[in-house]
């Protein structure tokens, strides 16, 4: 399979082994020994703290809003750009990616601009005694904001690649669209909406730049898990902060786990882009 | 394809309003919001922002290192990319499943993992004769660390695809191994690979969680941009925070259009190759 010499082959295989170790393995080694540094009694004892508690039901409220509403849209958004042709398809395309070109601290800045105090609707918020800013819309708004393509550039080139063929044959048997698409076009693509609802969430749960610039940091009020472990950091309480980010690493290994088993299983089923 | 086909599929205006609708409430409106504080601005106060010392620094260190992270990444992700499409070894499933953690792990979760690691205290901190965290270096570290996923993963479908009955025949004909390597393989690669060291230089550049914990964030020294928008965000300092986040946007989008042009480059490369 190849003809390299064994001692080039073994030397090259040993060396990006070893980089890995020192930038993969090792991190989330250290993540797990600096939780468990005092011991598992105090590693629990840290995650039962009430503003961990606070930051952790915060972190699957914000979760729970912004992944079904962008699992909708990149639904929505499939529906139209793989099954109709129409001008300006590409630009669609190329807008609805924007947001991971966009510095996650931009992403938040944009909002604090448009509702902070002195914000452009800064003046009416307050008169109408409304807070987005420092409060929990600001959250959702820019996780919403930076899990925005996650679902949809999943399903655009897998939607694209099986035609409409399928579709077209429910609908001249009879099929209403809605039927159809629940029929039809969901069973297909399921497996890629599953793919990307899975990275939608992990970026969701652990966004830290853009809801650190809306959060305010309140204590117990808006703090998500990921500000929760720098506060917890800043304060020296080392072992709080590793022990909830060791919830956080948790989720990320689950994640790539789920990620890869799909892979490998329904490859097929995926479309040209997954695997990455 | 399609166009000779009667149009029976339902529901394009519904989904496509829907959709335009949401990307202009979530992404378009809000940045038009940075667009228009921007073009509000005054020269002398874009030149105070984007003239201070300070700023400059900050631009040097996101940019510079950015692009030290983003050659780093190039040489070692073409290197594991190399291993993982060429040799068979037991691990390599699991260490490919691997190459995606920095995608998924959060972070501010990242940031302190790697500030204890490479502290003067830490596992690998007190091997290490020279400071590493809360110095530029710290920020390289960290850059490399949520870059190196962009590069393997760009590389190695295209490596899959490198056509081996070239590099048979470049070797029949006398190549040795290096230089199969330096006229076969690299030129085909190339294209792929320049784009995932574009890709993890954009993500470095505009990264902010990883890095602030590391770097320990000294003004003129250690401190990165997006680290200067929230600074000056928290002293309500509007105007500095948007002609920073302006220029940094600029930037993006410029290299969002080079990345754009290499993935044709690629693609055009790859439908030659088969």
Redesign the interface.
């Known amino acids: 399979m190849n003809r390299d010499p064994l001692l080039i082959r073994w030397l090259l295989i040993a060396l990006a082994i070893g980089f890995l170790l020192l930038f993969l393995a090792l991190p989330l080694a250290a993540v797990l020994t600096e939780a468990l540094r005092k011991g598992v009694l105090a590693y629990w004892h840290s995650l039962g703290g009430d503003d961990t508690l606070a930051s952790i039901r915060l972190t699957l409220i914000v979760a729970a809003i912004a992944v079904p509403l962008n699992m909708v849209f990149g639904l929505t958004a499939s529906w139209a750009i793989a099954k109709f042709d129409f001008a300006g398809k590409a630009w669609l395309v190329s807008l609805i990616d924007l947001p991971f070109s966009v510095s996650p601290v931009i992403s938040g800045l944009i909002y604090v601009l448009l509702f902070g105090a002195q914000g452009i609707l800064g003046p009416w918020l307050i008169a109408h005694d409304l807070k987005i800013i420092f409060a929990i819309p600001g959250i959702v708004l820019a996780t919403l904001f930076v899990t925005f393509p996650f679902v949809a550039r999943e399903l655009i080139p897998l939607m694209e690649e099986q035609g409409r063929d399928e579709e077209e044959a429910a609908l001249t048997l009879g099929a209403g669209g809605f039927r159809t698409f629940w029929a039809v076009t969901l069973p297909n693509v399921k497996w890629g909406l599953l793919y990307g609802v899975l990275l939608c969430n992990a970026r969701a749960m652990g966004e830290f730049g853009a809801v650190s610039v809306v959060s305010g940091h309140i204590r117990g009020l808006t703090n998500t898990m990921p500000l929760h472990v720098e506060i917890l950091y800043n304060e020296y309480d080392f072992v709080g902060a590793f022990a909830v980010a060791s919830l956080l690493a948790l989720l990320a290994l689950v994640t790539l786990v789920a990620k890869t088993a799909l892979a490998w299983w329904h490859r097929a089923e995926l479309g040209a882009t997954a695997g990455h | 394809m399609?166009?000779s086909?009667p149009?029976?599929?339902?529901?394009?205006s519904v989904?496509?309003g829907?959709?335009?609708a949401?990307?202009s409430l979530?992404?378009?409106?809000?940045?038009a919001?940075?667009i228009?504080?921007a073009a509000g601005m005054s020269a002398t106060q874009w030149l105070a922002t984007l003239g201070d010392s300070r700023v400059l620094a900050s631009f040097r260190l996101s940019f510079g290192g950015a692009a030290i992270a983003a050659s780093v990444n190039g040489v070692?992700g073409l290197?594991?990319a190399?291993?993982?499409v060429?040799?068979?070894?037991p691990g390599r499933k699991i260490?490919d499943?691997?190459?995606?953690?920095?995608?998924?792990?959060?972070?501010?979760?990242?940031g302190?993992?790697?500030t204890?690691?490479y502290a003067p205290n830490?596992?690998?901190g007190h091997l290490l004769p020279f400071k590493v965290a809360f110095t530029p270096l710290g920020a390289i570290i960290a850059m490399?660390?949520i870059g190196?996923?962009f590069v393997v993963?760009t590389i190695?479908p295209v490596l899959q695809d490198v056509d081996r009955e070239l590099e048979e025949a470049a070797?029949s004909l006398g190549a040795s191994?290096s230089q199969t390597f330096v006229r076969v393989i690299l030129p085909a690669i190339a294209p792929a690979l320049l784009t995932g060291i574009s890709l993890a230089f954009?993500r470095a550049?505009?990264?902010?969680?990883s890095i602030i914990?590391i770097a320990g964030n000294l003004p003129g020294f250690s401190e990165i941009a997006?680290?200067l928008?929230?600074t000056k965000?928290e002293q309500?300092d509007?105007v500095g925070?948007?002609a920073i986040?302006c220029l940094?946007?600029a930037a993006?989008?410029a290299?969002?259009l080079a990345i754009?042009l290499l993935q044709k480059w690629n693609r055009q490369r790859r439908g030659a190759a088969s």
């Open positions: 399609a166009a086909k149009k029976v599929i339902p529901g394009f989904t496509l829907v959709t335009l949401y990307l979530v992404v378009l409106i809000p940045l919001a940075l228009a504080k070692f290197l594991v190399w291993v993982l060429r040799y068979r070894f260490i499943a691997l190459i995606d953690l920095p995608f998924a792990l959060p972070t501010a979760v990242a302190i993992a790697l204890a690691l830490g596992w690998i490399i660390f190196l996923p993963r190695e070797t191994r954009a550049v505009g990264e902010y969680g914990f997006p680290l928008i929230v965000l309500y509007y925070a948007t986040a940094m946007l993006s989008f290299l969002l754009n």
